[in-house]
């Protein structure tokens, strides 16, 4: 079983930058993909980016290439998400999610609140 807290989300000016934190634990946490999962209000909940266990394989959605960067530190059992040049319509909570192919069950965070003014 995996448990993941996200923190870092915050009110930001457009073009500003902010870093969000995934903490994971759990005895096997460091052998699940970890991605950031966002949704706004109204909206269904949309990939963002992922990044393999070993810290490789960044993915991004098309709207954050670019602009954001997935990293993790194993060593701290962390994720992060680097956001830069804001956008309002990056407005959203922000979740993290664990994964591991093979598994039936994938976890998630409580969610952090990011919002973006123009």
């Known amino acids: 079983q995996v448990h993941l807290v996200e923190s870092g989300g915050e009110l930001v000016q457009a073009g500003g930058s902010l870093r969000l934190s995934c903490a994971a634990s759990?005895?096997?946490?460091?052998?699940?993909?970890i991605a950031w999962y966002r949704q706004s209000p109204g909206k269904e909940r949309e990939f963002v980016a992922s990044?393999?266990?070993?810290?490789?394989?960044?993915r991004y959605a098309d709207s954050v290439a670019g602009r954001f960067r997935v990293s993790r530190d194993n060593a701290r059992n962390t994720a992060y998400l680097q956001m830069n040049n804001l956008k309002p319509e990056d407005t959203a909570i922000y979740y993290c999610n664990a994964a591991r192919a093979g598994d039936t069950l994938d976890y998630w965070g409580q969610g952090t609140q990011v919002t973006v003014s123009s």
């Open positions: 990044v393999a266990w070993w810290g490789g394989s960044p």
């Open positions: 759990g005895p096997t946490a460091n052998r699940y993909t």
